[in-house]
T-cell receptor, first 111, second 114 residues
């Protein structure tokens, strides 16, 4: 049972434009959400997070939006750069024990 | 400083053999997690160690899987009588204190069971 879902396996965006990666979850007990970025042959690296008491968190070019009523979060990257090309995983946890990850979205930023 | 390291980086084994995968967490990190990523799947939680507490084994897929963490540092994930469906990338992560602390991932061990 996939509690965190990323329905778009891939996304291509022109350099300089906005990349929007989406994530849906089913468990209303999740209270913390994270995005990880993964390059080939490397482990995932933490990118940005948001707690359930917020609806937006911004860090430089990266902004995460949380819509609790829709059980949906999104990661916005603007402007997109070729170095952003990677697989992005959405993750969620309830009280920080088990972390549930989505299947990932492969982002390609075209120069 | 040194990140999370895992060994071996790649492992090919025959069905039915036992394998051991090793994880060296970041020094001082009390929490350690094991995940696996099968082809086309997301990261699947396996087990979580936090300090001296009993580990959360709720993600282990069968009793062929076990893990230890010696001295609160190095961890070994053991898969007995491997099956072809065990083929995956096994990722280890550590964090300062568990909970919402950022997890730092190792590069993974790619396991192929023939």
């Amino acid at each position: 049972d996939q509690q965190v879902k990323q329905n778009s396996p891939s996304l291509s965006v022109q350099e300089g434009r906005i990349s929007i990666l989406n994530c849906d979850y089913t468990n209303s007990m999740f209270d913390y959400f994270l995005w990880y970025k993964k390059y080939p042959a490397e482990g995932p690296t933490f990118l940005i997070s948001i707690s359930s008491i917020k609806d937006k968190n911004e860090d430089g070019r990266f902004t995460v939006f949380l819509n609790k009523s829709a059980k949906h979060l999104s990661l916005h990257i603007v402007p997109s750069q070729p170095g952003d090309s990677a697989v992005y995983f959405c993750a969620a946890t309830a009280r920080g024990n088990q972390f549930y990850f989505g299947t990932g979205t492969s982002l390609t930023v075209i120069p | 400083g040194a990140g999370v390291s895992q060994s071996p980086s790649n492992k090919v084994t025959e069905k039915g053999k036992d394998v051991e995968l090793r994880c060296d967490p970041i020094s001082g990190h009390t929490a350690l997690y094991w995940y696996r990523q099968s082809l086309g799947q997301g990261l699947e939680f396996l087990i979580y160690f936090q300090g001296n507490s009993a580990p959360d084994k709720s993600g282990l897929p069968s009793d062929r899987f076990s893990a230890e963490r010696t001295g609160g540092s190095v961890s070994t994930l053991t898969i007995q009588r491997t099956q072809q469906e065990d083929s995956a990338v096994y990722l280890c992560a550590s964090s300062l204190a568990g909970g919402w602390e950022t997890q730092y991932f190792g590069p993974g061990t790619r396991l192929l069971v023939l």
